[in-house]
């Protein structure tokens, strides 16, 4: 990464050196931002998913306190058959007496 050959060749002069390091500075601060554009797109991918994930479960936990009120609300009421009488849904099948 900061090598600027086989070692044949290299810079002797004061000038030649300093562009030499300011090279190898520049390569290793690319290669720097480049993996940290790539781990700060990660820890973002990661984060947003968590937070979709959080609100799924925020709305389950809405449907079923809903759910849950719904079934309260069906046990106290009296329910209503089709034809305006009390009695079992029309929906239900109505259960035979069991001989116990």
């Known amino acids: 990464m900061t090598t600027v050959g086989y070692g044949d060749q290299y810079p002797v002069t004061a000038r030649g050196r300093l562009v ?3 090279l190898m500075l520049g390569g290793i601060a690319l290669l ?5 554009t790539l781990a700060s797109w990660l820890v973002e991918a990661v ?3 968590q937070q979709e994930s959080e609100d799924m479960r925020a709305e389950i936990r809405t449907l079923h306190q809903k759910l849950d009120l719904l079934v309260v609300k069906q046990q106290t ?3 209503q058959r089709a034809d305006g009488e009390d009695g079992p849904l029309a929906s239900e099948p109505e259960r ?3 001989n116990s």
Request: net charge negative.
């Open 77 to 79: 009421e009296p329910s």
């Open 47 to 49: 984060g947003a998913e």
């Open 20 to 22: 030499g390091v300011a």
């Open 96 to 98: 035979e007496p069991s």
């Open 32 to 36: 720097g931002v480049a993996t940290a």
